[in-house]
């Protein structure tokens, strides 16, 4: 692929549009990982902070607590994989301050108050609780305990995020940009030739596709059994028309 690096205005770059071994590329580590898990091998990453991989086959995730209503609204497509400790093992999305747990998975905070609530409350912990000062939860992946105590807020991945490169959420009706998330938002509100303003049909859009996108992810993470995921939907996009 030809690289304009020459070329740059308003701290964007603008590139020839990503090919499909580009976005395939992204995930062709995860694909070895659960290939070496089938065959009962162990996978060559098993340090237990990096173990955890996406799931799903695309780069696409949705933003939590970057501070920028833009970037919490629109999901964003990575051309090259994020570490792994960066993605919420359960809701599968980004969160600028994820923790991880003891048993080497790492969770949003909004993940981390529902492990918390789903925690049975036996008197004993209760107690602990009280004086400890502290919460506890178990994870959603392993069912491995954990408390306020344990876990680690992972700081660096606010920048390691930012740096990450990405296409323009408008890439599918021909826009051609490729650059740091950071100039993402400038990029969409200011520069972006596709992009579209003052109409319903963009926000109707963005709602539509975040609500697919978050069912989506709640069933392949889920131990709820598909059909009532399904049933859910239909009722979800009704309601709002969708």
Known sequence: MEDSRSSRNCNEVVL????MRDLEDVNTASVAEDNARRRGKRPLSSSRCVTQ??????????LRGFGSPFLDSVPVT?????????ICAGCRSIHATPAQLPCGHTLCEPCRDVA????????????????????YGTCPVDGD??????FELL???RQAVYRGTVICPNAQFGCRFRGELRFLEYHCLSNCRFRITGSS???EWHDRHIIR?????????????????????RRLLSTFEL
């Open 16 to 19: 020839d549009a990503p090919s």
């Open 53 to 62: 991989s996406p799931r799903r086959s695309s780069s696409s995730y949705l």
């Open 78 to 86: 990575f051309l090259r994989r994020l570490p792994s400790v960066c």
């Open 116 to 135: 918390y609530s789903c925690q049975p409350k036996r008197p004993a912990l209760q107690d602990q609780e009280t004086r400890e000062g502290s919460r």
């Open 145 to 150: 305990p954990f408390s306020t105590l344990d």
């Open 155 to 157: 700081d660096f991945c």
């Open 201 to 203: 049909g963009r926000r």
């Open 213 to 233: 996108y978050v069912l989506r992810s709640a069933a392949e993470s889920s131990r709820v059994p598909r059909r009532e995921i399904r049933t859910a939907k």
